[in-house]
């Protein structure tokens, strides 16, 4: 049996929520089960890691989750982040997805991949559009990187977070990759902070 919660959090680009489920043994560590970069309002952004992780709000993080979000912020704040080493909990994700986000995954900070790349590496060439599909349902963006994952030519492809392409285009300017026909992310209320590199 699994307890679940969530928490926001502030960033440099906003309000962000992240969502955690732990095992009811005395021994076990919390895994990540959902995260939600910042919507229109904080509203949304409450309504929607509410909607998906069907749990009640946490008055605070255990300390390993702690840990996880002081690094988004450093991450959002232009402070690269890895973070394959978080414990994540994808229950009710097909093994497809799941197998496209561990590929997700292996991709570091400052480097980018595309949809057919990752296809490639899953030994199903023809699978580009489904790579794409199971990125968009990705409940843990930024931790699981879908952001890095491109289209051909280096063009961004598409991202389910607000403020899409331009959101997906400013994380990844904070990782040191520029996207072609993209142009720069335009500001979006409270979403980006002018002091960011």
């Not at 995260?35 to 904080?42: D, G, K």
């Not at 590929?103 to 570091?108: K, N």
């Not at 599909?133 to 030519?153: D, E, K, M, S």
Request: some cysteine; overall charge positive; aromatic content about 6%.
């Amino acid at each position: 049996m699994k307890r679940a919660a969530y928490c926001l959090f502030e960033t440099p680009l906003g309000l962000c929520a992240i969502a955690w489920s732990v095992d009811e043994r005395p021994t076990s560590s919390p895994a990540v089960a959902f995260f939600q970069l910042p919507e229109a309002s904080v509203k949304l952004t409450e309504s929607r890691i509410a909607r998906s992780c069907r749990t009640r709000k946490s008055d605070g993080p255990p300390s390993q989750i702690a840990a996880i979000i002081e690094r988004v912020r450093l991450h959002l704040g232009g402070k690269a982040q890895d973070f394959s080493d978080v414990t994540l909990d994808l229950g009710g994700t097909g093994l497809f997805a799941r197998r496209v986000y561990e590929a997700a995954r292996d991709i570091r900070p400052g480097e980018t991949r595309t949809y057919g790349e990752i296809a490639k590496a899953l030994n199903q060439p023809t699978a580009a559009q489904a790579v794409g599909q199971a990125l968009g349902r990705n409940p843990i963006p930024l931790i699981i990187p879908c952001h890095r994952v491109v289209a051909a030519g280096g063009r961004p492809g598409g991202f389910s977070a607000h403020g899409g392409r331009s959101t997906k285009a400013r994380i990844l300017e904070i990782e040191g990759v520029t996207l072609k026909s993209c142009g720069a992310p335009k500001s979006q209320g409270n979403l980006w902070d002018a002091t960011l590199p």
